[in-house]
């Protein structure tokens, strides 16, 4: 509950100013996944560059469109509720990493990571039985350009990496809290994060 005369840090918090957009996509390049940072009041930080491929088709459809949506005010209501970091399955099938971004207790933003693929993309053929149910749903007519735009959508394996991953995605989460109130480039975000978590980028 906020104190008399203390602001509610969720009408004072922005993430679009500073460098935070531009480090924002500099990170999904660098990690290899499509990143989603937004306030609680759904204030988007910046349109993702990572959204190519399978993703940028589906939502091409309006019914892929509606779905994406429903799929992420659902993990977003379920980040306010709860306020725990988890791992979820959209509904077409890519993981989603979902981390709650809090100061002094209150949430004030969200962090997804997504667009990741939970088996080996180099067997098609399970490609193809994960989303074969996408494509009949979306009436999706070109399937060969829809599978092989998968080449560089990343996979993530059950267990270490999916765990190891999620720490990375909430230790960012806070350095972008931090940069809410005190601007820092990406060369001092990077050198911080890398100290502190030494494996950060060799998933």
Sequence with gaps: MTGAGQKNV????????GHIPEILKKLERFLGVALSLRSTTGEVVCKTDYFYGPCSIIRGTERGRQRCRKTY??????????????????????LIFAVPLEIRGEMIGTLLGSQILPIEKDKNFDIEALFGHTCAALNLTNTDEFYRSFARVRTLKPDL????????????????VSMA?????????????QQETPQFGRL
Aim: net charge positive; hydrophobic share 40%; charged share 30%.
């Design 161 to 176: 990496q999916r765990i190891t991953f999620l720490q990375y995605l909430e230790e960012i989460g806070r350095h972008f």
């Design 181 to 193: 109130f005190a601007d820092k480039s990406w060369e001092l975000f990077l050198k911080e994060i």
């Design 73 to 94: 005010r659902n993990i977003e209501d379920r980040l306010l509720r709860r306020k725990t970091p988890f791992v979820n399955v959209c509904y077409a099938g890519f």
């Design 10 to 17: 969720n009408s004072t918090v922005r993430f679009t100013h």
